[in-house]
């Protein structure tokens, strides 16, 4: 294998949130895309690649082929979760190392993979698949209030809700059934018993079918019914990593995981660990980056060595801690006015804003997602995970933005 060996990254995403898995990708190798749109951050860290319709798979495997034909590749990859499963057929249709396809469809598939968890005694949740509100509202009858509606294919929280009783279920059930109507992997909708305590995700590296627990995150989320995420903190000595990483494991060996990085959120409930979902792939919301602050490891080059049949090194060369604030309004609007007030200490990592003033934010509750709502995030470096917390609550007092609801009315928020 040649010094820098040719990867190829189908749906590199957004620079805010993916530029940092792409730069660290392209220390160790040469790069081409398979992307949607043509390259423009990208560019620096790119030796080629095709524009195609990533969501075509026949056209996703033409356009494979082709860069294929150009360049001797070591490794296919993606941290796109939409297309994990198209990139791990692309993978296996020109030979190169890959988790089954069939596995990643099971990851992408919250069914299968609550059937899958419960098949091999991992600790999850009851977990029903519908197709009607009918069946819905006898689902979570059996259960029992509150429950969890979600749709079967999706991320992001998009779609989820909890419910504490039959009244709130009607818009739920439409809400959940809207996304899960444009999944590929399934288009049914979830009832699940709600799993009460904090939420936690666990990043795992597994490399030929050893799974190694790198880092636990810590999560903060928003108030019922809504499940948007609100802060990460990963701490290098976090001492929850014992108490989980037997229960990550479980889960992906239970899915047949036997390559890549893996996200796997779970909750706490009187401090044992449930399973939430595993995405087969790094997370977001920059928490790779938060690992690599925290601990020193690289997710984004540990996928790609896996992805080139490479051992990963996953040595820690640092112990500290790092958390991200993200920034949401109090209100949906249209923005107009947005700036950070405070001092940049040397633990401001990063502040980052994803809009600008003029811009039209929705909130989950008045039926946005993450990508409608948010403002942007800061993230803070610290010693424990505690500090990075607090650091980063701080900064975030330091951020005004102002919004109009209606003509003649305002709200700030940080």
């Known amino acids: 294998m040649p010094a820098r060996p040719v990867v190829l990254v189908v749906a590199p995403g957004d620079e805010n949130y993916r530029g940092y898995c792409l730069e660290q990708v392209a220390d160790a190798y040469d790069v081409v895309l398979l992307t949607g749109t043509e390259p423009s951050w990208e560019k620096p860290h790119i030796t080629d690649h095709a524009v195609v319709n990533v969501s075509d798979p026949a056209a996703l495997l033409a356009a494979g082929r082709a860069l294929a034909g150009r360049h001797d590749l070591a490794g296919v990859m993606t941290w796109d979760e939409w297309s994990v499963v198209p990139t791990a ?14 596995v990643m469809q099971g990851c992408r598939n919250k069914a299968t993979a609550r ?21 819905a509202e006898a689902a ?7 429950v969890v509606l979600k749709p079967a294919s999706h991320a992001g929280a998009i779609g989820v809700r909890r419910v504490d009783d039959r009244d709130q279920l009607t818009a739920a059930y439409q809400a959940a059934q809207r996304t ?22 666990v990043e795992c590296v597994t490399y030929r079918g050893a799974t190694t627990v790198v880092a636990v995150n810590r999560k903060t989320i928003s108030p019922p019914p809504h499940f948007e995420q609100l ?16 229960a990550a494991q479980a889960a992906i060996n239970a899915l047949g995981i036997t390559d890549g990085v ?18 087969a792939r790094l997370a977001g919301d ?40 993200l920034l949401y309004p109090d209100t949906s609007g249209a923005l107009t006015h947005l700036t950070y007030d405070g001092p940049r200490p040397h633990w401001l990592d990063r502040v980052h804003y994803q809009c600008r003033p003029g811009d039209q934010l929705l909130l989950p509750a008045d039926g946005g997602n993450l990508y409608t709502g948010r403002i942007g995030y800061l993230i ?27 003509p003649g009315t305002r709200s700030t928020a940080a």
Not at 117 to 130: E, I, K, L, N, Y
């Open 140 to 146: 979570a009858e059996r259960i029992g209030y509150p």
């Open 286 to 325: 920059m928490i790779g980056h938060l690992v690599r602050l925290a601990t020193g490891i690289d997710l984004a080059r540990a996928a790609a060595d896996i992805a080139c049949d490479r051992a990963p090194d996953l040595t820690p060369t640092r112990s500290s801690a790092a958390a991200i604030r």
């Open 262 to 279: 893996s996200h796997i959120e779970m909750r706490l409930v009187d401090g044992r660990p449930r399973l939430i979902e595993v995405n």
């Open 115 to 135: 059937s899958l968890f419960a098949r091999h005694g991992v600790p999850s949740a009851a977990s029903v698949s519908v197709r009607t509100r009918q069946e």
């Open 231 to 246: 802060a990460h903190s990963v701490d290098a000595d976090d001492p929850l990593r014992e108490t989980v990483a037997p």
């Open 180 to 201: 899960a109507g444009q999944g590929t992997e399934s288009t049914s909708v979830l009832v699940e018993e709600f799993l009460d305590g904090p939420e936690i995700s």
């Open 89 to 102: 057929r692309l993978a296996r249709q020109l030979g190169l190392p890959t988790t089954a396809p069939e």
């Open 380 to 406: 803070t470096t610290a010693t424990t995970g505690q500090q990075a917390r607090a650091r980063a609550e701080r900064a975030a007092r330091a951020v005004t933005a102002v919004l109009d609801r209606t």
